[in-house]
Nanobody, 112 residues
């Protein structure tokens, strides 16, 4: 299973980014997808997850600002991040925890 994450970048506080995670080599309709953030010197943090049937789950810091979604035709999960703050800075990885699959990550940097 391969996970291809993209969409990171550098924005100012209050800005938006949309992350994508393309899943290759797994039955996309049957797997949940999770986004994690890894900041330097900090533990990995779960940001949001989406079940195989599209039910979302968010961390407290992501609620109301981030939206996770998935497109079955494109085999891709998305994380729309709005009203970003410097605390959102880090490398964002997508994961299929049930398969032990972990993507390479995409860097998100939010400046104040």
């Amino acid at each position: 299973v391969q996970l291809q994450a993209s969409g990171g970048g550098s924005v100012q506080a209050g800005g938006s980014l949309r992350l994508s995670c393309k899943v290759i080599g797994a039955n996309f309709r049957l797997i949940p997808v999770t986004w994690y953030r890894q900041a330097p010197g900090e533990e990995r943090v779960l940001v949001a997850s989406i079940s195989s049937d599209g039910a979302p789950n968010y961390s407290d810091s992501a609620k109301g600002r981030f939206t996770i979604s998935r497109n079955y035709a494109w085999r891709t999960a998305y994380l729309q991040m709005d009203n970003l703050t410097p605390e959102d800075t880090g490398v964002y990885h997508c994961s299929v925890d049930t398969l032990g699959a972990w993507g390479q990550g995409t860097q998100v940097t939010v400046s104040s």
